[in-house]
């Protein structure tokens, strides 16, 4: 029985900041159906990593692959439309959910896609809101509303990779369980997606992962 490919794979990542390393010799290869964590305490640039993965900032060494490929050959708009970072505080278009939703179907890499509203009911239902929240204003948002938005709006288009940063930190705790139940029913329906996840949550660190990296601030 042949082994399956690992997805997303690093080998000897360093970033720096001025003078100073965040990390470096970072190496990793995650498959389809991983659950990562990704531990270190504040400062040591766990959400730089995640943008690092995304392709929104640069590492100074090393070398990151996707499916095979060198993160350099890819196409930025094709590769982010399948490696989707989720920050804590996501920007939003000035409109309702529902607008904000079927914004991207503008882009022309989700030109073969299209808004599908039943779906969308049936995430809400999982989260344990009601149809009416579509209509919401972006102005009447919580900041955990606000990423509750940005992970609908991504989890629509079907990304292989999902990268989120303490996606819970302005949820209750009824909310925050809600969200926890969501991405286990997308991960079951996407056999071969993966998520990274950070939070200084440790009791959701075990629910939601089953393995962890471990990051720290180089010394100078």
């Given at each position: 029985m042949n082994c399956p490919a690992p997805v997303l794979q690093a080998n000897n990542l360093g970033r720096q900041i001025e003078s100073s390393w965040m990390w470096k010799g970072l190496s990793f290869s995650f498959y389809p159906g991983d659950?990562?964590?990704?531990?270190?305490?504040?400062?040591?640039?766990?959400?730089?990593?995640?943008?690092?993965?995304?392709?929104?900032?640069?590492?100074?060494?090393?070398?990151?692959?996707?499916?095979?490929?060198?993160?350099?050959?890819?196409?930025?708009?094709?590769y982010r439309s399948q490696v989707i970072f989720l920050p804590q505080r996501p920007a939003l278009l000035e409109g309702t959910v529902e607008m904000n939703l079927q914004y991207v179907y503008r882009f022309s890499i989700y030109q073969d896609q299209t808004y599908q509203r039943e779906q969308i009911l049936h995430y809400l239902s999982l989260l344990g809101r009601e149809a009416d929240f579509l209509k919401r204003k972006d102005t009447e948002l919580s900041g955990?509303?606000?990423?509750?938005?940005a992970f609908l709006r991504a989890l629509q288009l079907s990304p292989i990779v999902?990268?989120?940063?303490?996606?819970?930190?302005?949820?209750?705790?009824?909310?925050?369980?809600?969200?926890?139940?969501?991405?286990?029913?997308?991960?079951?329906?996407?056999?071969?997606?993966?998520?990274?996840?950070?939070?200084?949550?440790?009791?959701q660190l075990k629910r939601m992962t089953d393995q962890q990296i471990h990051i720290w601030k180089k010394a100078s």
């Open positions: 659950r990562v964590g990704v531990v270190g305490p504040s400062g040591s640039g766990k959400t730089l990593l995640l943008r690092v993965i995304s392709g929104l900032d640069d590492a100074q060494e090393g070398n990151l692959s996707f499916q095979g490929k060198a993160l350099r050959h890819w196409q930025m708009p094709e955990g509303e606000s990423q509750i938005v999902l990268l989120f940063d303490e996606p819970t930190a302005s949820l209750d705790e009824d909310a925050a369980k809600n969200l926890e139940t969501l991405v286990h029913s997308w991960q079951q329906q996407q056999s071969r997606s993966l998520y990274l996840w950070t939070t200084h949550d440790q009791a």
